[in-house]
């Protein structure tokens, strides 16, 4: 069976570009590359012009957000992507505000499946879009990034990714800018988490 394109859709969610998180999603997505039938995009949520939600629950009558920003592209993508990656550093024990606004405009995607009772994706891709979240964390606690994933989860919930579905790659110990460099296990994990989730869609792909 022939396997179309794969779409690696992926969210730097740093307002720092190019720190910690970013270099951990760049060794997984350096690992997919290899790949033939992967197609990667890799979005900075700092750049993309986001801007937090306004609670205004108009999406559950609209169907779509009623602001005009850079969420009016990613969201088509996100929708057309088989892999969502999204990497952040936590501050202050949660998720970063970029990502943390991003997430927010998502509401979207929960009217939609809730309230309006309409799909999210077409029924013959449910099951078939993979989730994965990295993070970096200076402090070297055990529940630091606690905080951070039932947002997570949220996010991928809605866009009709399971929970049993999303991959999990999380640094602590790395405060300054480039110390994951020097993290005796990040890239090697990251890398092999990379083939990991190409190797498992494939495989659902091929059902």
Same mark, same amino acid.
């Given at each position: 069976m022939t396997i179309m394109p794969i779409k690696v859709l992926a969210f730097a969610g740093s307002p720092r570009r190019h720190g910690n998180s970013e270099t951990l999603l760049d060794w997984v997505l350096g690992s997919m590359v290899e790949d033939k039938d992967i197609v990667i995009e890799k979005i900075a949520l700092s750049e993309a012009n986001v801007h937090p939600c306004n609670g205004c629950n108009a999406c559950e009558k609209l169907n779509k957000c009623v602001q005009r920003d850079g +969420?009016? =592209? !990613?969201h088509d993508k996100i929708l057309a992507a088989d892999i969502i =990656? !999204?990497?952040?550093p936590i501050?202050? +024990?949660? $998720?970063?505000?970029q990502p943390k606004a991003f997430i927010d405009r998502a509401q979207v995607f929960r009217s939609r499946k809730y309230v309006l009772k309409l799909p999210i994706v077409p029924l013959?891709?449910?099951g078939k879009r993979l989730g994965v979240f990295l993070a970096s964390a200076g402090q070297k606690w055990d529940h630091v990034f606690d905080a951070a $994933?039932?947002? /997570?989860k949220c996010f991928y919930h809605v866009i009709e990714v399971k929970d049993?579905? $999303?991959s999990y790659l999380m640094i602590n110990g790395v405060d300054e800018k480039g110390a994951i460099e020097k993290h005796p296990t990040a890239r090697a994990?990251?890398? @092999? &988490?990379?083939?990991? /989730? $190409?190797?498992? &869609?494939? @495989?659902? &792909?091929? =059902?």
């Open positions: +969420m009016d =592209i !990613l =990656i !999204l990497a952040s501050f202050c +024990m949660g $998720i970063a505000s013959e891709r449910k $994933i039932p947002s /997570v049993t579905d $999303i994990d990251a890398q @092999k &988490l990379g083939k990991n /989730v $190409i190797a498992e &869609l494939k @495989k659902r &792909l091929t =059902i």
